[in-house]
């Protein structure tokens, strides 16, 4: 199959920025997001970086989704410069 990374379309358009998203939301999945309050917070917004963060249960299951969606979009990345799809008169 040749290369489409430098072809341009909507619908490619549209398949570059679900991959783009859906690898920053992988990303994002790696980075700590959520830490407990404090056992006796002053006000709601008092964080304890000292106590663990709290993980989602299905952080694993949605790096494997978001893992998967990256591999099967991944045929489509952008790779340099688009090449017009109708060239302009």
Avoid at 9 to 37: F, G, H, I, M, N
Avoid at 38 to 44: A, L, V
Avoid at 70 to 75: E, F, N, P
Wanted: proline residues 7%; hydrophobic residues 35%.
């Amino acid at each position: 199959m040749t290369s489409r990374g430098r072809d341009a379309s909507k619908a490619l358009t549209e398949v570059r920025t679900v991959l783009s998203r859906a690898e920053t939301a992988r990303a994002r999945l790696d980075q700590p997001t959520e830490y407990q309050l404090c056992d006796e917070p002053r006000d709601k917004d008092d964080i304890d970086f000292a106590k663990p963060k709290v993980d989602d249960p299905d952080a694993q299951a949605m790096r494997d989704a978001l893992d998967q969606a990256i591999g099967l979009l991944d045929r489509w990345r952008k790779t340099g410069k688009t090449i017009s799809a109708t060239p302009l008169p």
